[in-house]
Structure formats: C-alpha cells, structure tokens
Nanobody, 117 residues
C-alpha cells in the first residue's frame, strides 16, 4: 500500500501563489508517476499535472504557464507551484500516484485551495 499526505492548501487572493506538497510512503517502488488532480464543487475530478520518476511532465491546458510540477525522488515528494491563481482554480486538490499509464492508483486525502478576494 501507498500513503500520500498533502499539505500547503489555503486561501489566497487572485493573482497570488501557493505551493502544494505531497509526501509518499509505503510501497513506493511502483510510483513511476505522481500527480495532482482537482475537483471543484459539482464537477468531476480532473488532471492538473503529472510527473514521472524521470522528470517527464504533462499539464492540463488550464495549468500550462502558471503551474509547475516538480519531484524530489530522494524524499518521495511531489510539489505543485501555482502562480497567477484565479478564482476558477478554487477546488480540492488531490495528490495521486501510480504507473505512468494509470497515475491514479493511489490518492491523498485532498487539500482545499480557495482563490478569493
């Protein structure tokens, strides 16, 4: 089993920045991909960004140019740096992990991000 623990959410004004962190523990040998998804009220959970153990990255269109995903393999941690935040970025952000073609075998508990003035 794998455990994912997120931190770093909160309330931020439009145009501001937040950095989310997610630390993995347990059977981490299978974690080629780690990523971030988000779910706004009444909407489906959507991919934000994913990164492989080798550094390959995929971003949702809404995240490109504003968000950066990075990974510290030595500490089994993935980060999401979010800049130029907009009210529509408000959602619960979930850390995920798994093989590259299925990076959502495991989920964290979620962290709330609210962008509001």
């Amino acid at each position: 089993q794998v455990q994912l623990v997120e931190s770093g959410g909160g309330l931020v004004q439009p145009g501001g920045s937040l950095r989310l962190s997610c630390e993995a523990s347990g059977s981490i040998f299978s974690l080629n991909a780690m990523g971030w998804y988000r779910q706004a009220p009444g909407k489906e959970r959507d991919l934000v960004a994913v990164i492989s153990s080798g550094g390959a990255r995929n971003y949702a269109l809404s995240a490109r140019g504003r968000f950066t995903i990075s990974r510290d393999n030595a500490h089994n941690t993935v980060y999401l740096q979010m800049n130029s935040l907009k009210p529509e970025d408000t959602a619960v952000y979930y850390c995920s992990a798994g093989p590259w073609d299925r990076p959502y075998d495991y989920w964290g508990q979620g962290t709330q991000v609210t962008v509001s003035s």
